[in-house]
């Protein structure tokens, strides 16, 4: 059974920084891309950033862009995103997700594995 468990997320003032955490479990962690994605209220699921299964190639959201990092280490079967200057715009509940993609894939319906996210609330 497939097991995507973030953890990280918090409430933290503006310009603040937290980091997430997500640790796979029940697949072949190396094999995937993995993508964080954000929902806030009342609007839709958007992509955040996603990096490839090696590591060696990730790609951002202009909205996040020079703020937020991700990475992974295999060896922990754990992808991270590092965010700083946080802004209150970027209060959503984060979900990590896994897809069996040789790319950095950007889109939802490319990830076949989700997480049950984690809310980052971002005060101004």
């Known amino acids: 059974q497939v097991q995507l468990v973030e953890s990280g997320g918090g409430l933290v003032q503006a310009g603040g920084s937290l980091r997430l955490s997500c640790a796979a479990s029940?697949?072949?962690?190396?094999?995937?891309?993995m993508g964080w994605f954000r929902q806030a209220p009342g609007k839709e699921r958007e992509f955040v950033t996603a990096?490839?299964?090696?590591?060696?190639?990730?790609y951002y959201a202009d909205s996040v862009k020079g703020r937020f990092t991700i990475s992974r280490d295999n060896a922990k079967n754990t992808v991270y995103l590092q965010m700083n200057s946080l802004k209150p715009e970027d209060t959503a509940v984060y979900y990590c997700?896994?897809?069996?993609?040789?790319?950095?894939?950007?889109?939802?319906?490319?990830?076949?594995?989700w997480g049950q996210g984690t809310q980052v609330t971002v005060s101004s």
């Open positions: 997700a896994a897809g069996r993609n040789s790319g950095v894939p950007v889109r939802s319906r490319e990830y076949a594995y």
């Open positions: 990096i490839r299964w090696s590591g060696g190639s990730t």
């Open positions: 029940g697949l072949p962690f190396s094999s995937y891309a």
